[in-house]
């Protein structure tokens, strides 16, 4: 169907033959990598790329497709992504997958230290060659090995055989430095003793015989080879685990159904600060939705006023807030509040002697938010207001000033009601972005100062989504799955939300 | 319109007037404040709203240059500002670019073709754009680490995947493009099909050019939009030479270390050409969308 078909069928075949062997190695080595799920999603969304770009079926869903799988894969499988981690104990303990913790407890090894010699190591040239003392207490001889590259490379080294010192001469040892310098290659490096020993690398001065420190048992358990103790993977907690509960570190990811859930409900520690942080979260939202539109719409309503001059130059600087961006300006605000540097503490203190802790008080800084907030948010309801007032029929006006009425006539019974119906859905959306809005309470506040007393650190400003962001990616823990169940939460509400905006509009619109 | 106007009137028009001008101290405070600090000497230095002395030691470190100070020791720029500027119009730029792309191809599809489940994708996409981002980041932090395992220039701390991560977000682009594609009759392509071209010579020799109005609205607005985002770019970069404007500026007033007439100067260059922008965007916006030059 497309240009490039119908002038060389071949060359679209080639391609469409290229992506699909590029497909099949990405999908092989995902899978390899032991992510079988993302290999198959990938497989999924190539495949249907290459069906839909290589064969005639659809015209339309060759333009359609770049667009509806970007927002599959960043925006809907994100949502689907965190509420099925919600459901998980995917933390910073249970990273990884049971067969990957499994993996990473074999590879620990132990270095035997009665056993380890000291070494020293010689430039010869540009090569280098190493000589091992016998070990601390024992006699013997010292060992050297022939001239090495040491040279860092991912290939697996063969072991390298010693030699007796012999009548061998050295060049003076290389200082702690240079040993730095070549860790690398030597942490790669297994020697070979003249008995049949193998060392290797146990730290800056020794080399050692090194020994794993777990064994698999058939059954799947763990045996710690120094203690005796079995650990088994217990499926639940997401540990390996001793008989008598006893956890080893690394955990791994496993399914642990609603725990989160209930422990934002059963949780009395927990369940305080959250049902704070929830509370305040729609108080802001709302008072926040209020304050920008009281004042927002006063606004509209006294700038569509024609007696006055100037509307144009008041109606450009008002808007100013809206056009700079927010990171900067909420930054802006957070300097210019500052309690000790800040310039609206400066004025404050010379008008009235006082220097408010903005930042520390937690009503200070809630009225510091909302203030911010506001400032930011107003110029974009005025606009909206403008529009709607600008599509009143002006006959209204005329037909009230005939009969006499006052401006807040006009206002309560003519351009207020006018309004109302077309702005609610808007204002809904504007609620549903401030409950969500990350960004003003990351910056200014970081939700701090924080409430005392919490085993998870939580902040008396922080709203529903920073208090998810401090979870998951500042505070210890980083406890992703407990954040995942409180976005979900959060996406119940944004539903619900938009399902009563989508009401109102629908109303709205039937009605129009 | 006609409103009673009489003594009431002009002292009710005075009254706007001051509210009015108390109100735009209110909101233009900040932006002015900003301006003096960041020509005021010293990071501490409070005092006088308008400086005494004007210095502009904190625009040369905001310009990357060192300052040598009266005693002779040499402050080095506290961090690369016009690097993290270059990052930010780098990535907006690209991500604008195809973000355009993508949303024009597919709002063709939207507005042209005929295909099975167009109003529910259609609603789907504008029940998704309700949900924030920042809502899923936990999400999108594993998405990308899982992506570099295989592909390490996809995966966190890099450029492109910041690019692809915003790829995401082009809904309410499609549904601009879509609109003002509908406005335009179709009679104008199928005449063009008539006289022979295909699907996509009708969709890029005579569509696209009279869309390119549109287009370059749906640009500027993609461009902000990268160039301000904040949470997607703060847990992807984490990297000093890395980072967005957006994710860099706020180390300027860390507690421990309160550079706030860095900051200033920092943000008067770095915010001052993206205003600018939207403010003729703005205008443009407005005017693009209501002239309509194409519809005759």
Avoid at chain 1, 4 to 27: D, E, I, K, Q
Avoid at chain 1, 494 to 510: F, H, N, P, Y
Avoid at chain 2, 247 to 267: C, H, I, M, P, T
Avoid at chain 2, 271 to 291: D, K, N
Wanted: with cysteine; hydrophobic share 55%.
């Amino acid at each position: 169907m497309s240009a490039t078909n119908a002038t060389s069928p071949w060359l679209g075949r080639a391609v469409a033959g290229l992506a699909a062997l590029a497909l099949m190695w990405l999908v092989f080595s995902l899978w390899t990598a032991g992510q079988a799920l993302a290999a198959v999603g990938l497989l999924a969304l190539g495949g249907s790329a290459i069906f839909v770009y290589a064969t005639a079926h659809s015209v339309a869903w060759k333009y359609l497709f770049p667009g509806v799988a970007g927002m599959l894969v960043f925006v809907a499988f994100p949502l689907l992504y965190t509420v099925q981690i919600g459901f998980t104990n995917y933390s910073s303990n249970n990273l990884l997958e049971e067969a990957r913790a499994r993996a990473y407890l074999l590879d620990q090894t132990i270095a035997d230290e009665a056993q380890s010699r000291p070494y020293t190591l010689h430039a010869e040239g540009p090569s280098f060659r190493l000589k091992l003392a016998p070990h601390e207490g024992a006699s013997g001889d010292a060992l050297v090995s022939p001239p090495l590259a040491l040279k860092a490379s991912d290939a697996v080294t063969p072991p390298v055989a010693m030699q007796p010192l012999g009548a061998t001469i050295l060049a003076a040892p290389l200082n702690l430095r240079e040993l730095i310098s070549h860790r690398d290659a030597l942490a790669a490096l297994p020697l070979q003793l003249p008995d049949g020993q193998l060392i290797r690398y146990a730290g800056l001065r020794e080399f050692g015989p090194i020994s794993p420190l777990w064994k698999a048992e058939a059954d799947g358990a763990l045996t710690q080879l120094i203690t005796g103790n079995t650990y088994r993977a217990n499926r639940s907690t997401g540990y390996f685990e001793t008989a008598a509960g006893e956890r080893m570190q690394p955990g791994f990811k496993v399914n642990i159904g609603l725990a989160n859930y209930s422990r934002m409900l059963l949780d009395a520690d927990f369940r305080g600060p959250f049902v704070s942080i929830f509370i305040w979260t729609v108080v802001f939202a709302g008072l926040t939705v209020l304050f920008s539109t009281a004042l927002g719409m006063t606004l509209a309503v006294v700038l569509e006023w024609q007696n006055l001059k100037y509307r144009a130059l008041y109606r450009t600087l008002l808007f100013l807030p809206y056009a700079v961006p927010g990171f900067i300006s909420i930054l802006v605000f957070k300097g210019l509040f500052n309690q000790n540097f800040g310039e609206i503490n400066g004025i404050l203190n010379a008008l009235f002697g006082v220097r408010p802790a903005w930042f520390a008080d937690p009503l200070l800084a809630k009225v510091m938010i909302l203030i911010v907030n506001t400032w930011l948010g107003y110029p974009y309801i005025m606009i909206l207001c403008t529009g709607l007032i600008k599509a009143i029929p002006a006959d209204l006006y005329e037909a009230s000033a005939i009969a006499g009425a006052q401006p807040l006539t006009n206002f309560f019974k003519i351009t207020a009601p006018l309004i109302a119906k077309p702005l609610t859905p808007l204002l809904i959306s504007a609620f549903a972005f401030n409950f969500n809005n990350f960004v003003l309470i990351s910056l200014l506040t970081d939700g701090r100062p924080d409430y005392l007393n919490t085993k998870l650190p939580a902040g008396t400003n922080d709203i529903l989504v920073s208090y998810t962001y401090r979870i998951a990616f500042t505070d210890s823990g980083q406890n992703f799955g407990l954040a995942a169940a409180i976005s979900t939460l959060i996406f119940v509400m944004v539903a619900v939300m938009a399902m009563v905006q989508l009401k109102i509009t629908q109303r709205s619109e039937g009605r129009r | 319109m006609a409103i009673v106007t009489g003594k009431a009137g002009r002292w009710r028009l005075i009254g706007a007037h001051a509210g009015l001008c108390v109100l735009l101290a209110f909101t233009l405070f900040p932006l002015l404040a900003v301006i003096s600090i960041s020509l005021r000497p010293g990071n501490f230095a409070t005092g006088s709203l308008i400086p005494s002395t004007i210095s502009f030691e904190h625009w040369q470190l905001a310009l990357g240059i060192p300052v040598k100070q009266a005693d002779g020791s040499v402050v080095q720029p506290p961090f690369p500002v016009l690097l993290w500027l270059w990052n930010s119009i780098k990535i907006a730029m690209i991500s604008a670019v195809l973000i355009v792309a993508i949303s024009t191809t597919a709002a063709y599809a939207f507005a042209r073709m005929k295909f099975a489940r167009k109003q529910f994708i259609l609603n789907s996409m504008l029940l998704l754009q309700m949900f924030p981002v920042a809502v899923a980041l936990v999400a999108i932090y594993a998405i990308f680490e899982g992506i570099g395992t295989t592909v390490p220039a996809l995966g966190i701390e890099t450029h492109a995947g910041l690019i692809v991560a915003y790829l995401g977000g082009v809904a309410m682009h499609i549904w601009t493009i879509k609109g003002y594609f509908d406005s335009i009759p179709v009679e104008i392509e199928e005449s063009a099909k008539v006289d022979g071209a295909s699907h996509s010579q009708a969709f890029r020799l005579v569509l696209l050019p009279m869309a390119v109005p549109i287009l370059m609205v749906v640009f500027v607005l993609a461009f902000i939009g990268t160039i301000i985002e904040y949470p997607v770019a703060s847990i992807l970069l984490r990297e000093e030479p890395n980072l967005t404007l957006a994710v860099g500026s706020k180390f300027y007033l860390y507690e421990q270390k309160y550079l706030w007439g860095d900051f200033a100067a920092a943000a008067v260059l770095s915010g001052l050409p993206i205003t600018l922008v939207f403010l003729l965007a703005q205008r443009w916006i407005v005017s693009g969308l209501t002239a309509g030059g194409v519809k005759g």
